[in-house]
């Protein structure tokens, strides 16, 4: 007989579901899973969409679908998608900071959760390559919406870096 | 709600122009990019709209004719010069921030928390239209020229985006709108003219309304009305977009816009 699934369950099976942009970084690291509620079989799970125009939006969506309908015990999923709260950079756990570093994308602020609660100056990026704070942006837009173009004057590496919203 | 869309939507499809021809690569990406931010806004508010009508968001954004669209005449104008280009983007997009600041009170939830985010993602298209407009009007004369033609074009057609809403009253009278359009506008020309002086472009405003010809005289009309080449009444002060009332620029546009969309509606991509 299979057991009753439980929000654990379904939580550790969205670790396995990565943004196909950013695939070292799994959607719960990036701070995209708002809720997860399971009860009898059915389970909810309320998405948080990192930027409007994300054009992975849709394959995410199908993703965290088909890791839920795989958990042992859930027979019908609920996926929704939500601005509310809007997702923000702050909500990228520490783990999630390291793994986009390790991967080449400089984190969007500083080290540590930092909220950006008003409209100003895009934050300083650190270089994920030799660890500089001597870099410079280049561009605000990059291949992605979600990325800005630095280069490093330390390590004269060109680098991107997850942009803070 | 649809209205919202479509001027994102009809800009965006403008800026995205730019991709493969701006004049350096960062600003083919950085305006490639910009239309994806703005399209995915548009197709964010075709989905609150498609929750009130029924319709799917393809069929809001792709399956209209011409003259059902709401966009404000502004969005479909061609791009122009890069002066032109710059200008309506940082006109555009300041107007677009005094909106969604308005909607952020909304009594409509889901515009709500959407006005919310999209808010915190376009202060990167505020922050590169600032840059390359304070670049051009510190720079050569004949680029502060250009950028002066282009401003007093766009600042009388920027009036198009606050021409009321259809329904606006009651859309005002259920809270999902808390600042009249024409409320809005006011405070837009307040806000865009102090930005100009700041940048040493100081403007006139007519005392009879903001609607009326700014800058230099009427120069903006002739240059509109030679823009849509036809002289079409509607077109020269950019009104009559909100009534679905376009300029002949914008046929061109959505006959390429919805091709793909018009050989099969319904097929599944």
Request: aromatic fraction near 8%; glycine fraction near 8%.
């Amino acid at each position: 007989m299979v057991n009753e699934a439980t929000a654990d369950d379904v939580w550790v099976a969205l670790e396995t579901v990565v943004d196909p942009e950013i695939p070292a970084v799994s959607v719960v690291e990036m701070g995209m899973i708002r809720s997860v509620e399971v009860g009898a079989g059915r389970a909810s799970v309320v998405v948080l969409p990192t930027f409007t125009g994300c054009p992975a939006i849709g394959v995410i969506e199908q993703d965290v679908r088909g890791a839920v309908s795989s958990v042992p015990g859930v027979v019908e999923v609920e996926i929704r998608m939500s601005f509310d709260p809007p997702w923000t950079t702050d909500r990228i756990t520490l783990e999630g900071r390291r793994k986009l570093k390790d991967f080449g994308l400089a984190p969007p602020t500083g080290e540590g959760p930092v909220l950006i609660t008003e409209i100003g100056l895009p934050s300083e990026a650190i270089c994920p390559f030799c660890g500089s704070r001597d870099t410079t942006n280049q561009s605000l837009f990059g291949p992605t919406p979600c990325r800005a173009i630095y280069h490093c004057s330390s390590c004269k590496n060109p680098f991107e870096q997850f942009k803070a919203v | 709600m649809t209205a919202l869309g479509d001027d994102e939507l009809i800009l965006g499809h403008r800026h995205a122009e730019w991709t493969g021809f701006a004049p350096h690569i960062e600003e083919d990406v950085a305006f490639s990019s910009i239309a994806q931010d703005e399209i995915g806004h548009a197709a964010a508010y075709y989905s609150i709209a498609s929750s009130l009508t029924g319709l799917t968001r393809d069929a809001l954004a792709l399956g209209r004719s011409v003259g059902e669209y709401r966009h404000a005449v502004l969005c479909e104008r061609p791009n122009s010069d890069w002066a032109y280009t710059i200008t309506r983007q940082w006109l555009y997009d300041r107007a677009d921030c005094l909106r969604l600041t308005a909607l952020e009170e909304s009594a409509h939830d889901d515009l709500r928390h959407l006005a919310t985010k999209i808010r915190r993602e376009e202060r990167y298209h505020l922050i590169h239209a600032d840059m390359w407009m304070e670049r051009i009007a510190h720079g050569p004369i004949e680029g502060r020229t250009k950028l002066t033609q282009a401003a007093t074009t766009v600042l009388s057609a920027t009036a198009g985006l606050f021409e009321p809403f259809e329904r606006e009253a009651d859309a005002i009278g259920e809270g999902w709108l808390t600042v009249p359009s024409e409320e809005l506008g006011r405070r837009f020309v307040g806000e865009a003219v102090d930005a100009l002086d700041g940048l040493g472009l100081p403007a006139e405003v007519t005392p009879d309304g903001w609607r009326a010809e700014f800058v230099a005289s009427s120069s903006g009309d002739l240059i509109a009305t030679d823009r849509s080449g036809s002289g079409e009444a509607s077109a020269p002060a950019g009104l009559g977009g909100r009534s679905g009332r376009h300029s002949p620029d914008f046929s061109a546009l959505w006959a390429d816009m919805t091709r793909t969309y018009r050989a099969d509606p319904e097929a599944t991509w």
